[in-house]
């Protein structure tokens, strides 16, 4: 099964200013592996919300949220620092999204 990943504008504006280069390479990598199913170390984080958990760097977090099958939408992201507020603010996001995504 193929998901479709999209993304909020937090997350992609996250992305574009993590300045670490094998960590950003490690994040797309995962990313699509996902993208074919393969989800791999992932938790839930509660109302909605998982984690992906990537062992690089500072322990780099992904906050997502899905709806059935597919898509997948892409909340947030993070490192092991500043996780619990991570959480809350993916949290906050994946409550205000109106479904199903466009």
């Known amino acids: 099964m193929t998901y479709q990943l999209k993304q909020t504008a937090q997350f992609d504006h ?20 996902i993208r074919s199913g393969h989800f791999g170390d992932i938790r839930s984080v509660g109302i909605g ?8 760097g500072p322990g780099y977090r992904v ?3 899905r709806r059935g ?6 909340l947030y992201g993070g490192d092991k620092t500043s996780q619990q507020r991570d959480i809350k603010l993916a949290q906050q996001l994946a409550g205000a999204i109106e479904w199903p995504l466009n």
């Not at 919300?49 to 690089?56: A, G, M, P, T």
């Not at 099958?69 to 892409?74: A, F, H, S, T």
């Open 69 to 74: 099958d597919v898509p997948i939408l892409l």
């Open 14 to 33: 996250w992305l574009s200013e993590l300045r670490a280069p094998r960590g950003k390479v490690a994040i797309l990598r995962r990313l699509d592996r």
């Open 63 to 65: 906050y997502f949220t």
């Open 49 to 56: 919300v998982s984690e992906i958990r990537l062992d690089v």
